[in-house]
C-alpha cells in the first residue's frame, strides 16, 4: 500500500497552542502528586521510554515497512494521530465513513477535526444522539460493502449499541454461512478509561466485556504511532473491530509519528523492552505506569523486567505472552479497568493453564488492577493502578 | 439519554487540554459541508412564529391546549380491491395475469410449505417452524414491487417475500433442516433464511436490530451511486412486526434515515399480535403509521390483505424513496396473524378460536386474489385442485430430499467467527476431536459430513 503523503492542514489546524488557559486550581484538586512521592511521581511523557520522542527511533521499529523506514514523520499528540489515521482512511478509500455524534465538527476530543471540511459532509458526519442508532446503521452500511468506521463518544455510553455489537456485528460472519457475507468494514471507536475526574460515566473500561464475544477484535492502543497503526488494520481488517482510546493520553502522550499510511498487525504483542526475572503485561494507559515502576524497581531490586503490550486485547497473542513466562517464571497482569473477570482474569488462567509454563512458573500470576467497584470521583487515584501498586507487585513477587 | 448529555458537555467544558473555547471555535462562522446551519435568523420583534432552532415553523398561540391524539382522524388504510376481488381503485395498476397468476401461486406455496413444515415440526423432524398464514399478501405482494438489485432485511416472517425473490423449496428445506446444503451451514434456527444471491440478509433473532440495519445499508446504496453514477438506482426494503416498532431500534432506525435522508422503505406487517400481546397492550398512538411523520417520514397504511394494494403502495414507496437524493417511507400494512406464533405457541391460550376462523374465512389474502383471478376468468375450481396437489407433491419431495442429507461437517461450528480462524479455535477444535475420538460411544458423529475427521 503506497499512500501520497497528506498531513493536511485538517491536522495543523488541529494541534492547539501549547499553553491554553485552564483552570489550573480546579484541575490540581484532583490529580497532585503527593509531594514527597517516589513512585506515585507524575508521569514524564516527555522523557518516557513508552514514546518515541526522535524521528530516528519512530522509524527504527521494525514492524514498519522500508518505505516507511526510510519516509519522515511529525510530532503527533494520540488524537492528531487518530485524526491522521481517519483522513488517510477517508483518502485511501471512497467507501470509507466516519460518523456519531458531534463528529461532524471535529468531535468533542478533537479526533475528527477538519475531515467533513475536507472529505464532505457526505463522509463525515453526525448523527442522532442514540448509540443503538449509530452502531446499527454503521453495520448495515458496513454490510453493503462501506467502510463504516463509528465513533461512541464516551465508552461508557457503548451498553445502549451492545446488543448491535454482540448479537449483530459479531455474529454477522458466521451466521452468514456460506453466503460469507461479513463486517470487516466495520470500525467502533471510543475513548476509554479514567481522565482524573470523569467519575461513573467518563472514566469506563468495558474492553473484557467485548473479549468474551466471539467475533469482534478488540484493540487499545498505549501511543499515537500505534494509534495510527492499529487504527489503519481496524479499518482493513475483515473483522469487525472496537477501537478503544485512552482519552488521558488523547493530548499527554506525543511521539514522532510516520506521516505516511502504514498498519500495525492486530492480535500480535509487542514486546517493548526485554528481561528476564519477570514479566509485565499490560495495555493502554497502564504501559506508562508499568514503565516507570519497571524502571523503580530494576534499580532498587536489581532485577531485570520484561514488558509486554498486548496492544488488541482480543484474540489475544498468547504465544509471546506464554514464551516470555516460561522464560522469567513471574508475570504481573496490569490493567484499569476492574479486577474481577478482567483481561488479567483470562491471561493468568492462559498462563496456569498451559501445561509447560505451569511447571516453569515461580510465583502466582498477579494482577495489578481496578478495584471492584465504580469509579468514584474524588477516589480515582486511589483506583487507577499507580506506580506504588505495580512496584509493589513486582517486589512481592520477586521475593515470593 | 439526558443525563449523558449533560455529563457530557460539563467533561467538555472542564477537561485538561480541551477548554470549551476550544472546542466553540471550530463551529464559529462555518458549519461543515452541506449541513442546515444550527441557528435560524435572530428573532424578529413582533413575529408570529418561533424561531426557535428547534422548530423553527412554530407559530405562537396564546390559548392553552393539549395536542391530544383522539383529536386526530386515525390514518386511513389504502385498499384496492374488495374482498370479493373487485377493483375499488380504477387508477391502480395492476399486473399481466401471467405475473398475477405467479404472485398466486407464491402465496399458495408458502401456506402449504406452512401446513406441511408444522406439521413436520410436531413430528420432530425439525426442531422449530414459524407459518405465516394471513401475512403472504404483504409479503409476496411487496417483494414483487421491488427490483432484484434492492437490498432486504427482514424479520422471521417473510417466507413470501423469499418465496416472490426466487428461494427454491430446497433452499427453504436445506434451512429448515440444517443439512449440509443449508448455505447457513447449520448454525442457526430454522426459518432464520438468508440469501446472497437474492440481495436478503440473513435472518437474527433479535428483534428490530435490522431496522437500523436497512437505514445504514440504505445509505450505503445513496453513497455507492452518487460516486457511481452508472449504478441503478437501488432502495433498501426492511420488513418487522408491530411488536418489534416497540423496540428502541426502531426509534434509532427511522430518526437515523429521516436525519441521513436514507432510500429505505420500513414495512411493518401489523398483524395484531406480537405471541400473546395485542396491540392495546402494544401502544395506544394509532398504530404504527402515526410515527411516521413525527420523524418527519411520507407515511402509508395499506390493506395488508389487498396484495394489489401493497404491490401499488411498495411500488410509489420505492418512488418517493429515491426522490430527491434519497429519503425513508413507512409502510404500515395491517393485516391479521391467522397462524400461532411459531411451533412453540399455542394461540388459543390467549385468543379466541371463533376470531380466528373468521379471518381465515372472512377475510384472507389468498382468497380475495383466487375471486379478483375468478372474475377475470383466468382461475377457477379445478385449476386451482391440480395447483394444490402438485405443489404439495414439490414440498414433500424437495423435504425428504432435504431430511436425507447428512449433516454440516462439524468444523463448521468453528469456522467465520473470524475470517480467518484464531490460533485458540484451532486449539480447541483439536481438543474437541480428541474428546470425541477418546470416546467414541458418547457422540453421534456419523451423520455429519467427514465424521470427526472434518475436525482437522
Given at each position: 500500500?503506497?499512500?501520497?503523503?497528506?498531513?493536511?492542514?485538517?491536522?495543523?489546524?488541529?494541534?492547539?497552542?501549547?499553553?491554553?488557559?485552564?483552570?489550573?486550581?480546579?484541575?490540581?484538586?484532583?490529580?497532585?502528586?503527593?509531594?514527597?512521592?517516589?513512585?506515585?511521581?507524575?508521569?514524564?511523557?516527555?522523557?518516557?521510554?513508552?514514546?518515541?520522542?526522535?524521528?530516528?527511533?519512530?522509524?527504527?521499529?521494525?514492524?514498519?515497512?522500508?518505505?516507511?523506514?526510510?519516509?519522515?514523520?511529525?510530532?503527533?499528540?494520540?488524537?492528531?494521530?487518530?485524526?491522521?489515521?481517519?483522513?488517510?482512511?477517508?483518502?485511501?478509500?471512497?467507501?470509507?465513513?466516519?460518523?456519531?455524534?458531534?463528529?461532524?465538527?471535529?468531535?468533542?476530543?478533537?479526533?475528527?477535526?477538519?475531515?467533513?471540511?475536507?472529505?464532505?459532509?457526505?463522509?463525515?458526519?453526525?448523527?442522532?444522539?442514540?448509540?443503538?442508532?449509530?452502531?446499527?446503521?454503521?453495520?448495515?452500511?458496513?454490510?453493503?460493502?462501506?467502510?463504516?468506521?463509528?465513533?461512541?463518544?464516551?465508552?461508557?455510553?457503548?451498553?445502549?449499541?451492545?446488543?448491535?455489537?454482540?448479537?449483530?456485528?459479531?455474529?454477522?460472519?458466521?451466521?452468514?454461512?456460506?453466503?460469507?457475507?461479513?463486517?470487516?468494514?466495520?470500525?467502533?471507536?471510543?475513548?476509554?478509561?479514567?481522565?482524573?475526574?470523569?467519575?461513573?460515566?467518563?472514566?469506563?473500561?468495558?474492553?473484557?466485556?467485548?473479549?468474551?464475544?466471539?467475533?469482534?477484535?478488540?484493540?487499545?492502543?498505549?501511543?499515537?504511532?500505534?494509534?495510527?497503526?492499529?487504527?489503519?488494520?481496524?479499518?482493513?481488517?475483515?473483522?469487525?473491530?472496537?477501537?478503544?482510546?485512552?482519552?488521558?493520553?488523547?493530548?499527554?502522550?506525543?511521539?514522532?509519528?510516520?506521516?505516511?499510511?502504514?498498519?500495525?498487525?492486530?492480535?500480535?504483542?509487542?514486546?517493548?523492552?526485554?528481561?528476564?526475572?519477570?514479566?509485565?503485561?499490560?495495555?493502554?494507559?497502564?504501559?506508562?505506569?508499568?514503565?516507570?515502576?519497571?524502571?523503580?524497581?530494576?534499580?532498587?531490586?536489581?532485577?531485570?523486567?520484561?514488558?509486554?503490550?498486548?496492544?488488541?486485547?482480543?484474540?489475544?497473542?498468547?504465544?509471546?505472552?506464554?514464551?516470555?513466562?516460561?522464560?522469567?517464571?513471574?508475570?504481573?497482569?496490569?490493567?484499569?479497568?476492574?479486577?474481577?473477570?478482567?483481561?488479567?482474569?483470562?491471561?493468568?488462567?492462559?498462563?496456569?493453564?498451559?501445561?509447560?509454563?505451569?511447571?516453569?512458573?515461580?510465583?502466582?500470576?498477579?494482577?495489578?488492577?481496578?478495584?471492584?467497584?465504580?469509579?468514584?470521583?474524588?477516589?480515582?487515584?486511589?483506583?487507577?493502578?499507580?506506580?506504588?501498586?505495580?512496584?509493589?507487585?513486582?517486589?512481592?513477587?520477586?521475593?515470593? | 439519554?439526558?443525563?449523558?448529555?449533560?455529563?457530557?458537555?460539563?467533561?467538555?467544558?472542564?477537561?485538561?487540554?480541551m477548554p470549551a473555547s476550544v472546542i466553540r471555535r471550530g463551529t464559529k462562522?462555518?458549519?461543515?459541508?452541506?449541513?442546515?446551519?444550527?441557528?435560524?435568523?435572530?428573532?424578529?420583534?413582533?413575529?408570529?412564529?418561533?424561531?426557535?432552532?428547534?422548530?423553527?415553523?412554530?407559530?405562537?398561540?396564546?390559548?392553552?391546549?393539549?395536542?391530544?391524539?383522539?383529536?386526530?382522524?386515525?390514518?386511513?388504510?389504502?385498499?384496492?380491491?374488495?374482498?370479493?376481488?373487485?377493483?375499488?381503485?380504477?387508477?391502480?395498476?395492476?399486473?399481466?395475469?401471467?405475473?398475477?397468476?405467479?404472485?398466486?401461486?407464491?402465496?399458495?406455496?408458502?401456506?402449504?410449505?406452512?401446513?406441511?413444515?408444522?406439521?413436520?415440526?410436531?413430528?420432530?423432524?425439525?426442531?422449530?417452524?414459524?407459518?405465516?398464514?394471513?401475512?403472504?399478501?404483504?409479503?409476496?405482494?411487496?417483494?414483487?414491487?421491488?427490483?432484484?438489485?434492492?437490498?432486504?432485511?427482514?424479520?422471521?416472517?417473510?417466507?413470501?417475500?423469499f418465496m416472490q425473490r426466487g428461494y427454491t423449496l430446497e433452499d427453504f428445506?436445506?434451512?429448515?433442516?440444517?443439512?449440509?446444503?443449508?448455505?447457513?451451514?447449520?448454525?442457526?434456527?430454522?426459518?432464520?433464511?438468508?440469501?446472497?444471491?437474492?440481495?436478503?440478509?440473513?435472518?437474527?433473532?433479535?428483534?428490530?436490530?435490522?431496522?437500523?440495519?436497512?437505514?445504514?445499508?440504505?445509505?450505503?446504496?445513496?453513497?455507492?451511486?452518487?460516486?457511481?453514477?452508472?449504478?441503478?438506482?437501488?432502495?433498501?426494503?426492511?420488513?418487522?412486526?408491530?411488536?418489534?416498532?416497540?423496540?428502541?431500534?426502531?426509534?434509532?432506525?427511522?430518526?437515523?434515515?429521516?436525519?441521513?435522508?436514507?432510500?429505505?422503505?420500513?414495512?411493518?406487517?401489523?398483524?395484531?399480535?406480537?405471541?400473546?400481546?395485542?396491540?392495546?397492550?402494544?401502544?395506544?398512538?394509532?398504530?404504527?403509521?402515526?410515527?411516521?411523520?413525527?420523524?418527519?417520514?411520507?407515511?402509508?397504511?395499506?390493506?395488508?390483505?389487498?396484495?394489489?394494494?401493497?404491490?401499488?403502495?411498495?411500488?410509489?414507496?420505492?418512488?418517493?424513496?429515491?426522490?430527491?437524493?434519497?429519503?425513508?417511507?413507512?409502510?404500515?400494512?395491517?393485516?391479521?396473524?391467522?397462524?400461532?406464533?411459531?411451533?412453540?405457541?399455542?394461540?388459543?391460550?390467549?385468543?379466541?378460536?371463533?376470531?380466528?376462523?373468521?379471518?381465515?374465512?372472512?377475510?384472507?389474502?389468498?382468497?380475495?386474489?383466487?375471486?379478483?383471478?375468478?372474475?377475470?376468468?383466468?382461475?377457477?375450481?379445478?385449476?386451482?385442485?391440480?395447483?394444490?396437489?402438485?405443489?404439495?407433491?414439490?414440498?414433500?419431495?424437495?423435504?425428504?430430499?432435504?431430511?436425507?442429507?447428512?449433516?454440516?461437517?462439524?468444523?463448521?461450528?468453528?469456522?467465520?467467527?473470524?475470517?480467518?480462524?484464531?490460533?485458540?479455535?484451532?486449539?480447541?477444535?483439536?481438543?474437541?476431536?480428541?474428546?470425541?475420538?477418546?470416546?467414541?460411544?458418547?457422540?453421534?458423529?456419523?451423520?455429519?459430513?467427514?465424521?470427526?475427521?472434518?475436525?482437522?
Amino acid at each position: 500500500m503506497r499512500i501520497p503523503s497528506r498531513l493536511s492542514t485538517s491536522l495543523a489546524k488541529a494541534i492547539k497552542p501549547s499553553g491554553t488557559t485552564h483552570n489550573i486550581r480546579f484541575l490540581k484538586k484532583y490529580s497532585t502528586h503527593p509531594p514527597q512521592a517516589r513512585l506515585n511521581k507524575k508521569i514524564d511523557y516527555g522523557s518516557t521510554a513508552m514514546l518515541c520522542h526522535s524521528t530516528s527511533s519512530a522509524l527504527q521499529n521494525p514492524e514498519l515497512p522500508p518505505e516507511i523506514q526510510n519516509g519522515t514523520t511529525a510530532r503527533m499528540n494520540l488524537f492528531q494521530s487518530i485524526n491522521d489515521a481517519l483522513s488517510l482512511a477517508l483518502s485511501i478509500d471512497e467507501t470509507t465513513l466516519v460518523f456519531g455524534e458531534d463528529v461532524g465538527f471535529g468531535g468533542v476530543f478533537r479526533c475528527t477535526g477538519g475531515l467533513a471540511e475536507q472529505y464532505g459532509s457526505e463522509r463525515v458526519f453526525n448523527t442522532p444522539l442514540c448509540e443503538q442508532g449509530i452502531i446499527g446503521f454503521a453495520i448495515g452500511a458496513a454490510a453493503e460493502g462501506m467502510k463504516a468506521v463509528a465513533e461512541i463518544q464516551f465508552a461508557d455510553y457503548v451498553y445502549p449499541a451492545f446488543d448491535q455489537l454482540v448479537n449483530e456485528a459479531a455474529k454477522w460472519r458466521y451466521r452468514d454461512g456460506d453466503h460469507g457475507r461479513g463486517l470487516g468494514g466495520l470500525t467502533v471507536r471510543m475513548p476509554c478509561g479514567a481522565v482524573g475526574h470523569g467519575a461513573l460515566y467518563h472514566s469506563q473500561s468495558p474492553e473484557s466485556l467485548f473479549t468474551h464475544i466471539p467475533g469482534l477484535r478488540v484493540i487499545m492502543p498505549r501511543s499515537p504511532i500505534q494509534a495510527k497503526g492499529l487504527l489503519l488494520s481496524a479499518i482493513q481488517s475483515p473483522d469487525p473491530c472496537i477501537f478503544m482510546e485512552p482519552k488521558a493520553l488523547y493530548r499527554a502522550a506525543v511521539e514522532q509519528v510516520p506521516i505516511d499510511a502504514y498498519t500495525l498487525p492486530l492480535s500480535i504483542a509487542e514486546v517493548v523492552k526485554p528481561g528476564k526475572d519477570l514479566t509485565l503485561i499490560s495495555y493502554g494507559h497502564p504501559m506508562y505506569t508499568c514503565s516507570a515502576a519497571i524502571e523503580a524497581a530494576e534499580r532498587d531490586l536489581g532485577v531485570s523486567i520484561e514488558l509486554i503490550d498486548l496492544r488488541t486485547v482480543y484474540p489475544w497473542d498468547k504465544e509471546t505472552v506464554l514464551k516470555s513466562a516460561r522464560k522469567t517464571g513471574r508475570c504481573i497482569v496490569v490493567h484499569e479497568s476492574m479486577i474481577n473477570a478482567g483481561i488479567g482474569a483470562e491471561v493468568a488462567a492462559v498462563i496456569q493453564g498451559d501445561k509447560e509454563t505451569f511447571l516453569r512458573m515461580e510465583a502466582p500470576v498477579t494482577r495489578v488492577a481496578g478495584w471492584s467497584i465504580h469509579m468514584p470521583l474524588m477516589f480515582e487515584k486511589f483506583n487507577v493502578p499507580d506506580v506504588a501498586r505495580v512496584y509493589d507487585a513486582i517486589k512481592k513477587s520477586i521475593q515470593y | 439519554m439526558n443525563s449523558q448529555r449533560i455529563g457530557r458537555c460539563l467533561l467538555r467544558g472542564s477537561k485538561e487540554g480541551m477548554p470549551a473555547s476550544v472546542i466553540r471555535r471550530g463551529t464559529k462562522g462555518r458549519w461543515m459541508g452541506g449541513y442546515h446551519s444550527p441557528m435560524g435568523p435572530s428573532q424578529k420583534p413582533g413575529a408570529a412564529g418561533v424561531r426557535f432552532p428547534g422548530a423553527v415553523n412554530s407559530k405562537f398561540t396564546s390559548s392553552l391546549s393539549f395536542e391530544h391524539p383522539s383529536t386526530y382522524t386515525t390514518i386511513p388504510t389504502y385498499r384496492t380491491m374488495s374482498p370479493e376481488g373487485e377493483i375499488l381503485d380504477p387508477s391502480v395498476v395492476l399486473p399481466s395475469d401471467d405475473a398475477a397468476l405467479e404472485m398466486y401461486l407464491n402465496m399458495i406455496k408458502v401456506s402449504i410449505m406452512d401446513v406441511i413444515m408444522v406439521e413436520a415440526q410436531r413430528q420432530g423432524r425439525i426442531s422449530f417452524y414459524m407459518p405465516s398464514q394471513g401475512e403472504e399478501g404483504i409479503c409476496v405482494g411487496s417483494a414483487a414491487a421491488l427490483e432484484k438489485d434492492d437490498v432486504i432485511f427482514s424479520q422471521y416472517r417473510e417466507a413470501g417475500v423469499f418465496m416472490q425473490r426466487g428461494y427454491t423449496l430446497e433452499d427453504f428445506m436445506n434451512q429448515l433442516f440444517a443439512n449440509r446444503k443449508d448455505k447457513g451451514r447449520g448454525r442457526n434456527m430454522p426459518v432464520h433464511y438468508g440469501s446472497k444471491e437474492l440481495k436478503i440478509h440473513s435472518i437474527s433473532s433479535p428483534l428490530a436490530t435490522q431496522i437500523p440495519h436497512a437505514s445504514g445499508a440504505a445509505y450505503a446504496l445513496k453513497m455507492q451511486r452518487l460516486s457511481n453514477s452508472s449504478l441503478p438506482p437501488r432502495v433498501v426494503a426492511c420488513y418487522f412486526g408491530e411488536g418489534a416498532a416497540s423496540e428502541g431500534d426502531f426509534h434509532a432506525a427511522l430518526n437515523i434515515a429521516s436525519t441521513r435522508s436514507c432510500p429505505v422503505i420500513f414495512i411493518c406487517r401489523n398483524n395484531g399480535y406480537a405471541i400473546s400481546t395485542p396491540t392495546l397492550e402494544q401502544y395506544r398512538g394509532d398504530g404504527i403509521a402515526s410515527r411516521g411523520t413525527g420523524y418527519g417520514i411520507d407515511t402509508i397504511r395499506v390493506d395488508g390483505n389487498d396484495i394489489w394494494a401493497v404491490l401499488e403502495v411498495t411500488r410509489k414507496a420505492r418512488e418517493l424513496a429515491l426522490k430527491d437524493g434519497g429519503r425513508p417511507v413507512l409502510v404500515e400494512a395491517m393485516s391479521y396473524r391467522i397462524s400461532h406464533h411459531s411451533t412453540s405457541d399455542d394461540s388459543f391460550a390467549y385468543r379466541a378460536r371463533v376470531e380466528v376462523e373468521d379471518w381465515k374465512r372472512r377475510d384472507n389474502p389468498i382468497i380475495r386474489l383466487r375471486k379478483y383471478l375468478e372474475r377475470k376468468g383466468v382461475w377457477d375450481e379445478a385449476k386451482e385442485i391440480e395447483v394444490r396437489t402438485n405443489i404439495k407433491k414439490e414440498v414433500l419431495k424437495a423435504l425428504s430430499e432435504a431430511e436425507k442429507e447428512k449433516k454440516p461437517p462439524i468444523k463448521s461450528m468453528f469456522e467465520d467467527v473470524y475470517k480467518e480462524m484464531t490460533p485458540e479455535l484451532r486449539d480447541q477444535m483439536e481438543e474437541l476431536k480428541r474428546v470425541i475420538e477418546e470416546y467414541p460411544e458418547e457422540y453421534d458423529v456419523a451423520e455429519f459430513e467427514g465424521g470427526s475427521a472434518s475436525l482437522n
